[in-house]
């Protein structure tokens, strides 16, 4: 039998078109493979969100132009965004490559490899408009029998002046609530007790349908026997309504971890991003959250260095973190996407002050988090035990409702499981704990 291997860049709606690309190769008679040496078709799925991303992509290919001269009947084909981006460039950048399908175009796969096998021609399908394409969810080859991933809207609709996603990724388009239900009915039946409902801005969820919003979602989702934990992300600071805080409040299966992405905290650079609101009322936002749910823990992402940024701008987002003390953030260096708005901006700070700012930003969040950490110690946590940590196969790895990461020892056959678990140790990235028994939910 044919052997597939996939390799995957960027974000969880990355990870799930992945697992969907896995099921139609799988439903086509092919079977994974760990190595890609030992693969008949080698499949990258790409991210355009940053520079290095994409570079990524480039090194990569650079090693299959080795494994394409040593075996010529290997196939190679790149999706993504970074796909739908460069369309016919990547063929004649990288010739060795034999199909690039855009954001959307893997669910043509089936006629791709039939169209090669009989003339053996390089194929892009990529519109410029794309469209979100379904895939019977009974053959998504999922990566973990207790877990997944539910995208619920695609697209985005904001442009924001940095941001290349709406370029790629096209309009939003909600699903049909009813078939997402479906979907997590079927996975709940084969033993899925968590899910992440997944969307570029997931706050966004059904403002084209009319009749339904993420809340009504939640709360129908909420409803489903064998569902233990439900996750969101991403959420858009501006679109995070009163309903949606108080179901998530009021709903114990929903996890009350947020990630919303700040991006800066001056609102002079936030006008420049076109992010659709001011320091301050992302700042309330927070605040009101905290108020009605104090358990809530906060994810962000933060550019440093966005054109035109002076020192001014970032103090104020120093001010930001320093403030709002978040539980993670994710940092980077701004980097120019060609076709934003942002990359025609004069860009006159160097990138050592870059560097220098990201570094500062970068020590005094770990402080923070490490702070967080420490006052966890003593606290029993419900975790979800998710596998085998890999740098010590006596312990378990998994998660708190609020997403910190806890490894304790425990017998692998809790893989899977919720357990009561003790934080006895405060590390920065992570905490180590002593697990009290199982809970059945």
């Known amino acids: 039998m044919p052997k597939y291997h996939i390799i995957t860049y960027g974000c969880q709606?990355?990870?799930?078109?992945?697992?969907?690309?896995?099921?139609?190769?799988?439903?086509?008679?092919?079977?994974?493979?760990?190595?890609?040496?030992?693969?008949?078709?080698?499949?990258?799925?790409?991210?355009?969100?940053?520079?290095?991303?994409?570079?990524?992509?480039?090194g990569k290919l650079g090693e299959l132009?080795?494994?394409?001269?040593?075996?010529?009947?290997?196939?190679?084909?790149?999706f993504g965004c970074m796909a739908q981006r460069m369309k016919e460039e990547l063929i004649e950048k990288f010739p060795h490559v034999d199909f690039v399908l855009g954001s959307y175009k893997f669910t043509e796969l089936p006629k791709v490899l039939e169209s090669l096998n009989d003339n053996n021609k390089k194929i892009v399908l990529a519109e410029d408009n794309p469209k979100p394409e379904e895939v019977d969810f009974r053959i998504i080859r999922r990566e973990n029998k207790f877990q997944a991933w539910i995208p619920i809207i695609y697209g985005c609709n904001n442009f924001c002046t940095y941001c290349i996603v709406p370029y790629l990724r096209g309009k939003e388009k909600s699903r049909d609530p009813q078939e997402i239900i479906k979907e997590i009915e079927h996975l709940a039946n084969q033993g899925v007790v968590e899910v992440t409902l997944l969307g570029q801005n997931v706050d966004s969820y059904g403002k084209d349908l009319g009749n339904v919003d993420l809340a009504d979602l939640l709360v129908e989702i909420h409803k489903i026997p064998g569902i233990k934990r439900i996750r969101f992300l991403t959420s858009h600071p501006r679109d995070v309504s009163d309903k949606l805080i108080n179901v998530v409040a009021t709903h114990p299966k929903i996890c009350p971890h947020w990630h919303l992405p700040l991006q800066a905290g001056s609102d002079r650079i936030l006008r420049r991003m076109g992010r659709g609101y001011t320091y301050n009322e992302y700042k309330a936002l927070i605040e009101k959250i905290r108020a009605k749910i104090?358990?809530?823990?906060?994810?962000?992402?933060?550019?440093?260095?966005?054109?035109?940024?002076?020192?001014?701008?970032?103090?104020?987002?120093?001010?930001?973190?320093?403030?709002?003390?978040?539980?993670?953030?994710?940092?980077?260096?701004?980097?120019?996407?060609?076709?934003?708005?942002?990359?025609?901006?004069?860009?006159?700070?160097?990138?050592?002050?870059?560097?220098?700012?990201?570094?500062?930003?970068?020590?005094?969040?770990?402080?923070?988090?490490?702070?967080?950490?420490?006052?966890?110690?003593?606290?029993?946590?419900?975790?979800?035990?998710?596998?085998?940590?890999?740098?010590?196969?006596?312990?378990?790895?998994?998660?708190?409702?609020?997403?910190?990461?806890?490894?304790?020892?425990?017998?692998?056959?809790?893989?899977?499981?919720?357990?009561?678990?003790?934080?006895?140790?405060?590390?920065?990235?992570?905490?180590?704990?002593?697990?009290?028994?199982?809970?059945?939910?």
Not at 23 to 44: C, F, N, Q, T, W
Not at 65 to 78: E, H, P, S
Request: glycine content about 6%; hydrophobic content about 40%.
């Open 13 to 58: 709606m990355n990870k799930s078109d992945s697992e969907k690309v896995a099921g139609i190769l799988e439903s086509l008679g092919y079977i994974p493979s760990e190595k890609m040496e030992e693969a008949d078709l080698i499949l990258l799925n790409t991210c355009s969100v940053r520079e290095r991303a994409e570079e990524k992509v480039f």
């Open 65 to 78: 132009r080795k494994l394409k001269k040593k075996n010529q009947k290997l196939l190679i084909g790149i």
């Open 294 to 441: 104090p358990r809530a823990s906060f994810s962000t992402d933060i550019i440093v260095g966005f054109p035109g940024e002076e020192e001014e701008d970032f103090l104020a987002t120093r001010r930001a973190l320093e403030e709002i003390k978040f539980d993670t953030v994710n940092l980077a260096i701004y980097s120019k996407r060609p076709g934003t708005p942002a990359a025609s901006y004069d860009d006159p700070v160097p990138y050592e002050t870059k560097k220098k700012w990201f570094d500062e930003l970068e020590n005094l969040q770990r402080k923070i988090i490490y702070e967080r950490n420490l006052s966890m110690i003593g606290k029993e946590e419900l975790v979800l035990a998710e596998g085998v940590n890999p740098k010590n196969p006596k312990e378990l790895s998994g998660r708190t409702e609020n997403y910190r990461l806890v490894f304790f020892e425990a017998d692998r056959k809790l893989i899977g499981k919720f357990l009561l678990v003790r934080i006895i140790e405060a590390r920065l990235w992570s905490l180590r704990g002593e697990a009290i028994r199982e809970v059945d939910l």
